[in-house]
């Protein structure tokens, strides 16, 4: 029978676990009732106990390392402590949010047990054995992989499962002590982009897509980029929405061509970008070509706002196209949102 362990850690307020292990504790818990598996959830934290309160209502085995070198990510500390949890639970599979934290030390520890690893995984199957599904070739090719090397760890990508949402109550947790090698690294801070600045949100109910028609030449034969960026800065504030951009458009900057200052190349989705996950998305001044549409994989429901009656979202890529001008229509949804707001 497997011994199923889920691994979480705090975010960066320290007092809650992320999003990202919360989603993990779902596919955990779901994998231990489809299998009748025994589901063990670790926790690595400066305060364990204060993080663990969302997981009282799972049934679990809660096992933790705990302390002031747990409170910021580090590969020394987190591999020893990823380690002694693995250990502590007699893991055959590990379930792992697919966190920059957990990506950068899952690999070393799953070699350190004689285990095996795959990441982004996007689903979990099988009644009687486990089956992984993920993605190749950016998102065309889906393959479920199973194995029979225990332990095995497996990455999972965000936003394919939800969140666990439990009441939050104190919980008895069992504290793993962990031997930590010496450590080289000292954590002297923790350093983020400005509060508003940040314009990638992977969190954001939408995706509001920046094509490279913001920057052409309009109507009136001239480029009007200060209002293009106006407007978009403006709709990502009034709904929190995450940005994204076509290749060409952040390519300009390359160029020398005048660009929307605020975009960089990791906001580029598609097939040489990211393909994040979103409930819906709206593309503007963007023609919809495959290599840029691959990106919106996971994308709910798709809109787009394009002059071109003939680009690529009309060809069944969007379920909603507006043949329109974006610069007013954008100008006339944030001014609605404003009066919604106000
Ligand atoms: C190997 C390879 C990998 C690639 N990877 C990616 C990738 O990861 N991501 C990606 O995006 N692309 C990628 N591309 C490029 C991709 O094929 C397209 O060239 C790119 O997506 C086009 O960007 P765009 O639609 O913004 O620009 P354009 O093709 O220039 O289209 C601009 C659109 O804006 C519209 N427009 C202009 N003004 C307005 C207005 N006022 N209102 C409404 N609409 C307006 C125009 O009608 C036009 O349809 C890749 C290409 C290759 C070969």
């Known amino acids: 029978m497997e011994t199923i362990l889920v691994l979480t850690h705090a975010d960066e307020s320290g007092a809650a676990l992320s999003k990202a292990s919360l989603e993990t504790v779902t596919a955990g818990k779901e994998l231990a009732a489809r299998l009748s598996a025994p589901l063990t959830i670790g926790i690595v934290a400066k305060d364990a106990a204060v993080a663990a309160k969302s997981l009282a209502s799972t049934g679990a085995r809660l096992i933790a390392v705990s302390g002031e070198a747990f409170a910021h990510a580090r590969y020394a500390s987190d591999a020893a402590a990823v380690e002694a949890l693995c250990r502590a639970a007699k893991a055959t599979i590990v379930l792992a949010p697919g966190s920059s934290r957990f990506t950068r030390v899952a690999a070393g520890v799953a070699h350190r047990l004689g285990g095996f690893i795959d990441t982004h995984i996007t689903a979990l199957g099988g009644k009687e054995s486990v ?33 666990f949402a439990g009441e939050s109550q104190p919980v008895q947790i069992e504290q793993v002590a962990v ?30 897509v920046a094509g490279a ?70 593309s503007t001044c963007c023609h919809g070509e495959e290599p840029h549409v691959v990106g919106w994989r996971f994308i ?20 909603v196209v507006y043949i329109a001008d974006a610069f007013p229509v954008m100008a006339k949804v944030n001014a609605l949102l404003a009066a919604k707001k106000a």
Request: charged share 20%; net charge positive; glycine share 12%.
């Open 213 to 282: 028609g913001w920057t052409k030449k309009q109507l009136d034969g001239q480029v009007h980029v200060t209002e293009a960026g106006e407007l978009i800065l403006g709709f990502l504030r009034a709904t929190g929405a995450s940005l994204g951009s076509s290749k060409s458009l952040v390519d300009q900057g390359g160029e020398g061509n005048s660009v929307l200052p605020f975009l960089t190349h990791l906001n580029q989705i598609g097939q040489t970008g990211s393909t994040p996950r979103h409930q819906k998305g709206l």
């Open 131 to 163: 089956e992984a599904t993920r993605w190749f070739y950016r998102q065309r090719i889906e393959a479920v992989i199973s194995r029979t090397t225990r332990p095995w760890f497996l990455l999972l990508d965000a936003g394919t499962h939800a969140a």
């Open 300 to 319: 709910g429901d798709r809109r787009a706002i394009s002059l071109d009656p003939n680009c690529g979202w009309t060809r069944g890529k969007a379920d």
């Open 179 to 208: 031997n930590l090698p010496a450590l080289r690294t000292t954590v002297s801070g923790f350093r983020a982009p400005e509060v508003g600045k940040q314009t990638i949100r992977p969190d954001a109910k939408m995706l509001f």
